[in-house]
């Protein structure tokens, strides 16, 4: 059922993105976040692993307890190396709800968001963003968010802005990503 379940949802991301190629095999995709939102975000995720539009960031953005933005990582599809998947899904939620604050909302991703990323979050008023794989984790699968990190200075100082949750699950997600044909960047 789940197996099926995760089908479904990846034929409705393929329909909705409108591409004419077909979806790769997506049995097994399904993994479960005791976090709804995360599992929304990790479902955006597998999505763009699924079309090839990138790494395995995907991203929600909730407001008053309803999903109000989401994005995945489009850099492949796009050619656009900042179009990651919590700048996607600030984009989506200010179309959406026709502003460009996005005070009272809460970001949910996959991954702990680089530092260009960290920025639009805090630039956009974003309250507080959860995340799933550390920054630590992101590097284990080739991405160098670490060595801009070291860049930015401490993370340290933003307190309880940075809320990790569902990591193992998010864990699940980059070995996922892992075993499928990806392209480096």
Partial sequence: MKKLLAVL????FSFCACLAEPAPDTVGLFIEAENVYMRSAIEEAVAGITLRHGGPFGAVIVRDGKIVGRGHNMVLVNNDPTC??????????????DVYDL????????G???PMCLFACLWANIDR???GCTI???A????RDEALDSLMGDRE????YLVCVDRDACLELFALYMETEHTVY
């Avoid at 100082?157 to 309880?160: I, K, V």
């Fill in 9 to 12: 949802i990846l034929a409705m």
């Fill in 84 to 97: 990651h998947g919590e700048v996607s899904a600030i984009r989506d939620a200010c179309a959406k709800l």
């Fill in 140 to 143: 284990l699968i080739g991405f």
């Fill in 136 to 138: 630590e984790d992101n």
């Fill in 112 to 114: 702990e968001p680089c």
């Fill in 129 to 131: 963003v959860y995340y």
């Fill in 157 to 160: 100082q933003l307190g309880d």
């Fill in 103 to 110: 005070t009272r909302c809460e970001l949910y991703t996959t």
